[in-house]
């Protein structure tokens, strides 16, 4: 495997609404610093791949409107590797188009493709995993998924079932995949979480350029036929225009639908690296630096008396906090969220909700 | 009594910092709408006077600074009614100034003087109470005080304890004062309660212009001269600057430790009409307008589950409140304060603290 045939692609054209009001379709959670570390997800998520792929085969897919914001934060990639899309059509399309772009380039590419706004704590063991399953794609024609070891029964997330009875002779850390499960009940989760061969699904997934277009000819040939016609086409003036007009035509389908849920050969590397797709603030309350009681605190705030909140506030405002327990106080863009961090499931119910006392 | 000898004082100068954010040196609260009412409280105060003081003879005392707030609130003012302190120096200064002034102008005047950031519930009530006692003080050498007839044993109000004995002859519901007394602890303000002849000195005093600037004379010798050398220069161009004279020269006292509590003869109308300084949180929310959960709130706030609270938010800012019992929410010019309701005498601590947790 040369290091050169690796790619990676970031999907970030998100538009994360649950983290409101932080998060929201101007500025949405990819672009932001929610961990008050200095970097926003989009930066760590390119961070943790320095080594593995450089910046000429890093990928962004966003929308048009993020497409300044990509390179306002992601200065050191080339503009050209920011693709744009005219309108979400979910990972299918977004993936397709990827893939044709870089096959276009590299026919013998390997490729990672990511979420833009997960999290992930130990980088190191990342690394390891992603190297030695981009070493495994390039050397079969395997698709391979990542999949988180649960840690409690999480509704929230996706999960993957595996034979664990073998693994695969050329990675013995890698296993097949029998069966995808949408988010379970409670009940279920806990079942899951009791047995030991479902994961958590992370949305990351590592094949070579030939798996994943020989698979979307396959599964989601519509759509692949779109962007295959176009080979000659990328890198040309052309490109926005005849893609866009590619995109009109595709549906909108998630890849998980469209190709790993139908196809028969799926593999999956089940890893523990600290990973959160940070979906709720319990989420990023839990993933983010806290202090001794448990606050997790951006901005120029004092607290007093307050514990197991998280504060997100605008750096310019002082902000007082007493005699709070278990919260969500957050602002953005004259948005103030002060909610319970037991109820943020009505999150989106409250942000489009009229005044008045419910 | 000639309407047209009755004067207006209101003493606009404070810096309200009990009610921060909401109320600051920028922008004390005489000038804010802290009940949401659509009016500030300094205009609310003219209101309550109109049909007995006329605007020519309505003072605004207030600082520099403060002046084009009042000039702006206050349209219908004659510029020249507006009196400028060149700094603070509490409120004998104040009133030895407007008085001499007034006698400058009509040696026959009768004074109402009023804080600007009280408010008045029953405005019908305080009229007949106000046209009484200046009657009584046009008629006699009197200074009177109102009482407010306390309703719980507040130790947040200083007391007047009266001689119930035996009313005025010429006003049945004038009584004359006993003594002054400090804001008690609450043992004590559980035994004036108890007993029934201590009122809450509610600040506001009548007196004809010749009793106070003879008042002044006698108790506050230094600070009356000061004021009296000047009765040629009131209304011309010099002024400003031999008021700014005269000030500097004033020791800092009010006009209770100044004159009031030196006096031998001074009387009280005690009264019931709904009256607060809202010197605290808890007062301005007993105030103000609550909705069925006990709520009061300015701004463009949706509460949920939330009871018990006093929110004052900027109209621009969509504010969201889950979960919330019995606290403050206010924000102002940048600063959030979210803290318990019983905790609010901390909030100088608050607002001068460092960032951490405490």
Redesign the interface.
Known sequence: MSASNNHLVIMAGGVGSRLW?ISSEQMPKQFIDVLGCGRSLLQLTLDRFKGIVTEENTWVVTSERYAPIVHEQLPELPHRNILKEPFPRNTAPCIAYASWKIKSINPKANIVVTPSDHIVMDTDEFRNVIASSLKFAGESDSIVTLGMQPTRPDTGYGYIQLDMTASCPRNKNIYRVDAFHEKPDLETAQMYLADNNYFWNAGIFIWNVNTIVNALRIYANSISNEFEKLLDIYGTPQEQSEVNKAYAACERISIDYAVLERADEIFCYPASFGWSDLGTWKALHESARQ???G?SIVG?????E?ANCIIR?PE?????????NG?I?A?KD???????LT?EQ?IRE??G??????
């Open positions: 009001p202090d001794s009681q606050n120029n705030v004092d607290v007093y307050t506030m310019k405002e002082r902000v007082i906090v007493q005699g709070l919260y106080v602002e004259g948005s103030l969220l002060i909610c319970k109820e009505r409250f942000s909700a009229a005044p008045g006392n419910k």
